[in-house]
């Protein structure tokens, strides 16, 4: 059976630009396999995706993609040292109960490391709160009552976790709040970006 087609979402195909061609790729929170079969198909990649939702493991499965039903807080020890290129956590950071840990077992795991997050620190979303609501936008999407996101970080806090753990910013791609990547000279992106694109090395 030929596998479905997939389109991917504008973050993923900026994340599919900044893997390297031939690279053993690990997609942690891989959703459907969206970006892995991209990685597959057009870029030679191989891989592994990992997710928690039973029925997302079954789209990816259904797509042609290798997948792991895995618990990305507890599970990460199962892969060797330095078995994959690239790591990606894309749209995940902020689902996971131990973020930090998750970092370090992804540096462990792979010497390139690709992380997207949104920026609970925009503009919109701190006016928000002074108006006594809780952020709602594009990359911060749910009600407070039903969101699976469990950490709101800003890029600045972000930046200084990744400074902790020894991780060098290679590049980092803002996002407007439309989900565009924005030039090198967009200014004060802690308060205007709706999200970011990091790629990491080992200091």
């Given amino acids: 059976m030929t596998p479905r087609p997939i389109t ?8 599919a630009h900044l893997v390297p061609g031939s ?7 891989c959703g459907d396999g969206a970006l892995l ?7 030679d990649c191989t891989g592994t995706g990992v997710e928690i939702d039973p029925e997302k493991v079954l789209a990816a499965i259904a797509a042609g993609v290798p997948v792991m039903e895995l618990d990305l807080d507890a599970d990460l020890q199962l892969f060797a040292a330095a078995s994959y290129d690239t790591v990606v956590l894309s749209r995940t950071i902020q689902t996971i109960r131990r973020p ?8 462990r795991i792979g010497s390139r490391l690709i992380v997207s997050a949104p920026n609970f620190g925009l503009l919109q979303h701190r006016l928000m709160l002074l108006s006594g609501r809780m952020p709602m936008s594009r990359e ?7 969101t699976p996101n469990l950490r709101f970080t800003t890029l600045v806090d972000l930046e200084d976790l990744f400074a902790k753990l020894g991780l060098v910013i290679d590049q980092r791609i803002n996002l407007s709040i439309a989900g565009e ?13 709706g999200a970011a694109v990091y790629v990491l090395s080992q200091g």
């Fill in 23 to 29: 690279s053993r790729v690990l997609d942690l929170g």
């Fill in 181 to 193: 990547p924005v030039g090198k000279g967009f200014r004060a992106a802690n308060l205007r970006a």
């Fill in 8 to 15: 991917l979402r504008p973050d993923l195909d900026l994340i």
């Fill in 37 to 43: 079969h991209h990685l597959m198909a057009e870029h």
């Fill in 140 to 146: 911060l999407p749910y009600s407070w009552y039903d």
């Fill in 100 to 107: 930090e840990l998750v970092l370090r077992e992804m540096a």
